[in-house]
């Protein structure tokens, strides 16, 4: 297998037993699956997805479980068509593959959904999540977009916005002890810069002994030791958007 060498981080657990609770729709030019809560709300979540795109069952699993809580949930699929990267790619070809989706650049899908949430779910209040890919997309929405009310990052590549947090939106930065691909070193110096930073609320919380993907991981039961966190990371996420929105 073409990455035994470099397991992907996000892959831990069985993903592929759960189907979604909601539907797939079109919103302007890009697909996106959404999920309703039974009662009416006029508060909803982008869940912006991680590299393995749009129909992952984990992230979908994520987007009902916010549609529980009383949430509109709708995850886009923010690569337009373009193909999510498989655990069975070659990591050399990765950087290349990542050149042509840019967390940075989602502004114009962003409003696409804005409109499709107002018009057609009704909704006023908005917040937005992601995870890794989706988490470094999280922070360069709050960073700047008007429209959004908060926001929480999942373990988001910290690396793509380094210089930049002036916050607009209160936002929750999400990491695990042991993630692999964000050093707790970069955590502590966006710690640091925030303080310096930034006027509007943020919390930035490690969870102990955690991989990355930890919170999005759908079989809770893998690591036994583990699953405490991953439930403390869902409820603080949702205990953070039910505070914002």
């Known amino acids: 297998m073409a990455n035994e060498s470099r397991p992907c981080p996000c892959d ?45 069952p984990n992230t979908r699993y994520m987007a009902d479980m916010l549609t529980t809580n009383g949430y509109v949930a709708i995850c886009p699929d923010f690569f337009v068509g373009q193909e999510a990267w498989k655990p069975s790619n070659d990591w050399a070809t990765f950087d290349d593959w ?18 499709y949430l107002k018009d057609q779910c009704g909704v006023k209040n908005i ?9 470094a997309a999280v922070q360069h929405l709050m960073l700047k977009n008007p429209h959004l009310k908060t926001g929480v990052s999942l373990y988001g590549v910290i690396g793509r916005f380094e210089d930049k947090h002036s916050l607009l939106h209160p936002t929750f930065f999400i990491f695990g002890e042991k993630d692999d691909i964000i050093p ?57 958007l039910n505070k914002y929105l």
């Open 12 to 56: 831990i657990g069985d993903r592929f037993d759960y189907g979604g609770r909601g539907q797939e729709v079109q919103a302007g030019h890009i697909k996106a699956y959404v999920c309703k809560p039974p009662a009416s709300t006029d508060k909803a979540v982008i869940v912006i997805h991680d590299i393995f795109g749009w129909q992952l």
């Open 98 to 115: 990542l050149k042509t989706r840019d967390a940075g650049k989602i502004d114009k899908e962003v409003d696409v959904v804005l409109k």
């Open 184 to 240: 707790l070193e970069q955590v502590t110096l966006l710690e640091q810069k925030l303080k310096q930073n930034c006027k509007v609320d943020y919390e930035v919380k490690v969870y102990p002994g955690q991989t990355h993907g930890f919170v999005h991981r759908k079989r809770e039961d893998i690591n036994p030791q583990d699953k405490p966190y991953i439930e403390e990371g869902r409820k603080d996420m949702i205990n953070w």
């Open 127 to 135: 917040g937005v999540i992601g995870f890794c890919w989706g988490g």
